[in-house]
């Protein structure tokens, strides 16, 4: 099994930057591919970015592309995002999620999550 806990969020101004990380403990870290997933208040739980096992590919939703960038060091075990020009629709929890290559776009392509940070972004 995989453990899974996030840090870095906070609350920040429109057009700052916050970096989040995800720090993984258990099973062998590079033997996952990564994704990022928010959830504002009232609102389904969405897809923000995606990162392969070794880091070669990346994806990103459209609401997020050109400002977010998904990164991993599989020697720390870690996978961060980092989050520049930030908006107050980036509001949410942000969790980051553990599971095997294929649609990284949905959830159920996950096996294990964090339990999430909050990232707040005032205007």
């Known amino acids: 099994q995989v453990q899974l806990v996030e840090s870095g969020g906070g609350l920040v101004q429109a057009g700052g930057s916050l970096r989040l990380s995800c720090a993984a403990s258990?099973?062998?870290?590079?033997?996952?591919?990564m994704g990022w997933f928010r959830q504002a208040p009232g609102l389904e739980r969405e897809f923000v970015a995606a990162?392969?096992?070794?880091?070669?590919?990346?994806w990103s939703a459209d609401s997020v592309k050109g400002r977010f960038i998904i990164s991993r060091d599989n020697t720390n075990n870690t996978v961060y995002l980092q989050m520049n020009s930030l908006k107050p629709e980036d509001t949410a929890v942000y969790y980051c999620?553990?599971?095997?290559?294929?649609?990284?776009?949905?959830?159920?392509?996950?096996?294990?999550w964090g339990q999430g940070t909050q990232v707040t972004v005032s205007s």
């Open positions: 258990g099973r062998t870290f590079s033997g996952y591919a």
């Open positions: 990162i392969s096992r070794i880091g070669g590919s990346t």
């Open positions: 999620a553990a599971g095997y290559s294929g649609s990284y776009y949905y959830a159920s392509t996950y096996t294990y």
